[in-house]
């Protein structure tokens, strides 16, 4: 069992940046992990955004989000990160993070824990 908690989350300007983190615990390190970033806007499907390989050598990213995202993790601190700058008003919305024993899957049914969500909201 996984549990996932995520924070960082909060009101920017567009232009600005944030970091999100995703603190992980129970009783398996996340070191075994593929960890994946994901966002929810209203009316919107889940979409995916990043993925982290459990070694943190393999990453990819929604194309929407190339460039201006970083996915990275500390295996030591059980922790996943989502640095992101130059956020723009289409990035407002509930970001999750998600881990799974699989391979790296941008699919979010492949994911068999999540967070509760942390709300992101880019103002214009």
């Known amino acids: 069992q996984v549990q996932l908690v995520e924070s960082g989350g909060g009101l920017v300007q567009a232009g600005g940046s944030l970091r999100l983190s995703c603190a992980a615990s129970?009783?398996?390190?996340?070191?075994?992990?593929?960890m994946g970033w994901f966002r929810q806007a209203p009316g919107n499907e889940r979409e995916f955004v990043a993925v982290i390989s459990w070694s943190g050598g393999d990453t990819y990213y929604a194309d929407s989000v190339k460039g201006r995202f970083t996915i990275s993790r500390d295996n030591a601190k059980n922790t996943m990160y989502l640095q992101m700058n130059t956020l723009k008003p289409e990035d407002t919305a509930v970001y999750y993070c998600?881990?799974?024993?699989?391979?790296?899957?941008?699919?979010?049914?492949?994911?068999?824990?999540w967070g509760q969500g942390t709300q992101v909201t880019v103002s214009s």
């Open positions: 998600a881990a799974t024993r699989a391979r790296v899957t941008v699919a979010p049914g492949g994911y068999l824990y």
């Open positions: 129970g009783r398996t390190f996340i070191s075994s992990y593929t």
